[in-house]
Antibody, heavy 118, light 111 residues
């Protein structure tokens, strides 16, 4: 069955960096676009980034453009999110998600919590 | 594209019908393939979201037929009939026509 397991979350000071990873299994990773979606505590969902199945294209939300970078390693079935210049309002649970067709999500990981605080 | 859901909170009795609205600031209908680029998700406390519908009305496998998705263009609905206690959740719509954006969510409470 499809499994997406995020790791790398934690507490980090404003301005620092953090790298999230998502280990995918149960499907042919290189056939699917992948996304990161985040959810601040008690708030709604916010789309963060998407990468094409072969890594040829990637897009980031305006709120993270220039600070975050989505990447993937199809040889290891790993999706990553490199986050830099972190801000307090980046505090959220970050979900790894498998994309379908034009971009809706059919499977979600359980998420990893990132807390940005001094 | 801005996606707006209403109401923010919906309280409905067991066995009754609930309807959630999702409005988009521009049309999500792509005429070349006759599809609306809108999805619906259900999220229960402590869990990741679960896909209910894609393309506005295509039900995912395993989703009960008490759930239906409708609408086109800029106005969409998620309707749940014969409400059950386990339907209590937050429901989100998402457009994927241009970039990707979610509505702010509708909390459904069952009384």
């Amino acid at each position: 069955q499809v499994q997406l397991v995020e790791s790398g979350g934690g507490v980090v000071q404003p301005g620092r960096s953090l790298r999230l990873s998502c280990a995918a299994s149960g499907f042919i990773f290189s056939d699917y676009g992948m996304q990161w979606v985040r959810q601040a505590p008690g708030k709604g969902l916010e789309w963060v980034a998407i990468i094409w199945h072969d890594g040829s294209k990637k897009y980031h939300a305006d709120s993270v453009e220039g600070r975050f970078n989505i990447a993937r390693d199809n040889s290891k079935n790993i999706l990553t999110l490199q986050m830099s210049s972190l801000r307090v309002d980046d505090t959220a649970v970050y979900f790894c998600a498998r994309g379908r067709s034009s971009g809706y999500v059919d499977y979600w990981g359980r998420g990893t919590l990132v807390t940005v605080s001094s | 594209i801005v996606v707006t859901q209403s109401p923010a909170l919906l309280t409905v009795s067991l066995g009754e019908r609930a309807t959630i609205y999702c409005r988009s600031s521009q049309s999500l209908f792509y005429s070349s393939n006759n599809k609306d680029y809108l999805a619906w998700y259900q999220q229960k406390p402590g869990q990741p979201p679960k896909l209910l519908f894609s393309w506005a009305s295509t039900r995912e496998s395993g989703v009960p037929d008490r759930f239906s998705g409708g609408g086109s263009g800029t106005v969409f609905t998620l309707t749940i009939t014969s409400l059950r206690a386990e339907d209590a959740a937050v429901y989100y719509c998402q457009q994927y026509y241009t970039s990707y954006s979610f509505g702010q969510g509708t909390r459904l409470e069952i009384k």
